[in-house]
């Protein structure tokens, strides 16, 4: 296994893999009961996410995808972090995938010169929890959410990262 980890813009020819991916974590690891019919916008993720100030990545480690994240547009200089997900082998500090795809992210924001990136997660990923606390997300109430922020029913706890 090599370390060398790969960040780029999403392109439909990954899309089977990024499905395959997310569901296996969300059902397999955390035993969320969700599907691919509840999740309409993994196959339009082009028309979906990669719009106005939106974007969506792919982390891949020898052509395999590994990991997935994604900025959506809701307005008002703002997006929304959504399908953050990283294949269980390549967590943590050993390939520091989780990190690459934030980074890729966070400057992509910059670069838009969006003012703040809003998220929603669920209660069960506390490493999540974790990292985004870590990386200078702030815990806010579902009331501070922007209106155009897309809650998901799963979603319990929501951050806020201010963009310099």
């Known amino acids: 296994m090599s370390k060398d980890i790969l960040v780029q813009e999403y392109s ?5 893999h990024v499905l395959d991916l997310i569901l296996h974590i969300q059902q397999v690891e955390y035993n969320i009961s969700i599907t691919e019919e509840d999740q309409p916008d993994l196959f339009v993720i082009d028309d979906y996410y990669q719009n106005g100030t939106g974007n969506f990545w ?24 959504r399908k953050m997900f990283v294949h269980k082998n390549y967590r943590g500090q050993t390939y520091k995938t989780a990190s690459l795809l934030l ?62």
């Not at 439909?12 to 089977?16: C, E, G, I, L, V």
Request: glycine share 6%.
């Open 58 to 81: 792919i982390a891949l480690n020898n052509e395999e995808v590994i990991g997935t994240i994604s900025l959506l547009d809701i307005g008002e200089d703002q997006v929304a972090l």
């Open 12 to 16: 439909s020819n990954y899309q089977a």
């Open 103 to 164: 980074h890729t992210a966070l400057t992509w924001a910059r670069k838009q010169q969006l003012h703040a990136i809003y998220l929603g997660t669920t209660p069960q990923f506390l490493a999540a929890h974790r990292f985004y606390e870590k990386n200078g997300f702030s815990s806010i109430s579902p009331g501070e959410l922007p209106e155009r922020f897309p809650v998901l029913e799963v979603d319990k706890k929501f951050y806020k990262y201010v963009i310099n």
